[in-house]
């Protein structure tokens, strides 16, 4: 048995239940056993006061890069899961993009087995969509999630194969599981290395088409429509991607769909310089499509955050632009970011950024969470909104530290990760 866990005193904020009140919260063996007023702890309980604080289910990011095996030297699940806490995530979807690919059921195992040890965060593997993420034959999905996967992608490398996805579809709904996509056209991206616009001309350096992603969108959800099958689209980051999809839910396609920080604060101006820490894919676009993709997240045409987080080795970024691998790490400082810059600025309300971080995550891919329902995982996030902090990379629990926001002023972070009633994460002050 657990010890329990008597939370008191906190604002408990869960847009899954339109829950908003200071009231305490007790967890039993790992799950909510009660919310209420002045709970009369249990026996030998550890009790956590959260005066003045925010309590919300547990934070879940579902776009994650984790590296192991293969490139452990950028980040392990082990690390990653510990990052993952220190920025309030309970739990997080891991990409399947290793070496070797995570495309059968004891790639799935070994992810879950090194993430149980480390005694963090939920990781939760995503298997591949193709052998190998090659793009030419399906892996073997239906193993993948009896071993424990909760969805199917090739994230890193885009399906362009039209028939392939198309069968994907059809098969990931014998097992009820999403099918997520980075939309990308490959022959319209082509060796781009950041957005095409004003700036990548100024620069001198190869852009990507904001059509090199819509048009791979719009396939997407042609074929989620004519299958029936459950399309979540990765990182969008184009206004008329955000308008299509919000056409294709308004007539029913069973989409879902995520925006990520970077592409919800930063533009492509931030590459002047050559900064190879703003270099991701989808690249940084302009600050009209910053506006849509943002007003997307407001409406719920973009249900979801997700990071992106995508750990490099020093070496490796220090290179020429081109040449310098895409992404950044983003576990530490997105709830930060986007509490400074999303709801500080009234772009969207607090309810909101805790359902797309939390509540709806949990509700795309199907995983426990994303509530505090009495008898739901007793995963719960603690968030101090008033902390003022300077992100340091050198302090983050990633191993890699590749990340545009170094030396940021922020306002709110976590304060405490609990994980089936555990604390895993408390922020020292």
Same mark, same amino acid.
């Given at each position: 048995?657990?010890?329990?866990?008597?939370?008191?005193?906190?604002?408990?904020?869960?847009?899954?239940?339109?829950?908003?009140?200071?009231?305490?919260?007790?967890?039993?063996?790992?799950?909510?056993?009660?919310?209420?007023?002045?709970?009369?702890?249990?026996?030998?309980?550890?009790?956590?006061?959260?005066?003045?604080?925010?309590?919300?289910?547990?934070?879940?990011?579902?776009?994650?890069?984790?590296?192991?095996?293969?490139?452990?030297?950028?980040?392990?699940?082990?690390?990653?899961?510990?990052?993952?806490?220190?920025?309030?995530?309970?739990?997080?979807?891991?990409?399947?993009?290793?070496?070797?690919?995570?495309?059968?059921?004891?790639?799935?195992?070994?992810?879950?087995?090194?993430?149980? +040890?480390?005694?963090?965060?939920?990781?939760?593997? @995503?298997? *591949?969509?193709? %052998? #190998?993420?090659? =793009?030419?034959?399906? &892996?073997?999905?239906?193993?993948?999630?009896?071993?424990?996967?909760?969805?199917?992608?090739?994230?890193?490398?885009?399906?362009?194969?039209?028939?392939?996805?198309?069968?994907?579809?059809?098969?990931?709904?014998?097992?009820?599981?999403?099918?997520?996509?980075?939309?990308?056209?490959?022959?319209? +991206?082509?060796?781009?290395?950041?957005?095409?616009? @004003?700036? *990548?001309?100024? %620069? #001198?350096?190869? =852009?990507?088409?904001? &059509?090199?992603?819509?048009?791979?969108?719009?396939?997407?959800?042609?074929?989620?429509?004519?299958?029936?099958?459950?399309?979540?689209?990765?990182?969008?980051?184009?206004?008329?991607?955000?308008?299509?999809?919000?056409?294709?839910?308004?007539?029913?396609?069973?989409?879902?769909?995520?925006?990520?920080?970077?592409?919800?604060?930063?533009?492509?101006?931030?590459?002047?310089?050559?900064?190879?820490?703003?270099?991701?894919?989808?690249?940084?676009?302009?600050?009209?499509?910053?506006?849509?993709?943002?007003?997307?997240?407001?409406?719920?045409?973009?249900?979801?955050?997700?990071?992106?987080?995508?750990?490099?080795?020093?070496?490796?970024?220090?290179?020429?632009?081109?040449?310098?691998?895409?992404?950044?790490?983003?576990?530490?400082?997105?709830?930060?970011?986007?509490?400074?810059?999303?709801?500080?600025?009234?772009?969207?309300?607090?309810?909101?950024?805790?359902?797309?971080?939390?509540?709806?995550?949990?509700?795309?891919?199907?995983?426990?969470?994303?509530?505090?329902?009495?008898?739901?995982?007793?995963?719960?996030?603690?968030?101090?909104?008033?902390?003022?902090?300077?992100?340091?990379?050198?302090?983050?629990?990633?191993?890699?530290?590749?990340?545009?926001?170094?030396?940021?002023?922020?306002?709110?972070?976590?304060?405490?990760?609990?994980?089936?009633?555990?604390?895993?994460?408390?922020?020292?002050?």
């Amino acid at each position: 048995m657990k010890r329990p866990l008597l939370i008191r005193n906190g604002r408990v904020l869960d847009p899954s239940q339109n829950f908003d009140s200071q009231v305490d919260i007790l967890i039993l063996d790992g799950s909510i056993a009660f919310k209420g007023e002045n709970i009369k702890a249990p026996e030998d309980a550890q009790e956590i006061d959260a005066s003045g604080l925010l309590v919300t289910p547990g934070l879940i990011d579902v776009h994650v890069h984790f590296r192991e095996p293969g490139g452990e030297h950028k980040e392990t699940i082990a690390t990653g899961a510990r990052a993952a806490g220190a920025g309030g995530f309970t739990a997080v979807c891991a990409m399947p993009n290793t070496n070797p690919v995570v495309d059968d059921p004891a790639g799935v195992g070994f992810v879950i087995a090194q993430a149980t +040890s480390a005694k963090a965060a939920r990781v939760y593997p @995503l298997g *591949s969509i193709s %052998l #190998g993420q090659k =793009g030419n034959q399906l &892996a073997a999905i239906g193993e993948m999630v009896d071993a424990g996967a909760v969805g199917i992608t090739d994230d890193g490398n885009p399906v362009m194969n039209s028939g392939l996805m198309r069968r994907a579809m059809e098969y990931a709904q014998a097992f009820d599981i999403p099918v997520a996509d980075h939309p990308e056209d490959l022959s319209l +991206s082509g060796q781009g290395v950041m957005n095409e616009g @004003l700036v *990548s001309t100024r %620069l #001198g350096l190869r =852009g990507k088409p904001n &059509a090199s992603e819509d048009i791979h969108i719009i396939r997407d959800l042609l074929l989620a429509e004519l299958t029936g099958g459950r399309i979540h689209i990765q990182h969008v980051s184009t206004a008329y991607g955000v308008e299509e999809i919000r056409k294709a839910k308004a007539r029913g396609v069973r989409v879902t769909a995520e925006a990520s920080p970077h592409h919800l604060v930063l533009t492509d101006e931030e590459v002047e310089n050559y900064n190879t820490d703003a270099k991701m894919n989808p690249p940084l676009r302009s600050s009209s499509d910053r506006k849509a993709v943002r007003q997307g997240l407001a409406d719920g045409t973009l249900c979801v955050i997700a990071t992106d987080h995508a750990p490099h080795h020093y070496d490796e970024k220090e290179q020429a632009f081109d040449d310098a691998p895409n992404g950044i790490v983003g576990l530490e400082t997105s709830l930060g970011v986007l509490l400074t810059h999303l709801v500080r600025k009234d772009v969207i309300d607090l309810p909101t950024l805790v359902d797309r971080m939390s509540c709806a995550p949990a509700r795309a891919f199907g995983i426990p969470g994303g509530t505090l329902s009495d008898g739901s995982i007793g995963d719960v996030t603690i968030i101090d909104l008033e902390d003022s902090w300077v992100v340091d990379k050198s302090s983050f629990l990633s191993k890699s530290h590749n990340t545009p926001f170094h030396g940021w002023d922020l306002k709110g972070r976590a304060k405490f990760t609990i994980v089936g009633g555990e604390i895993v994460w408390k922020l020292d002050t």
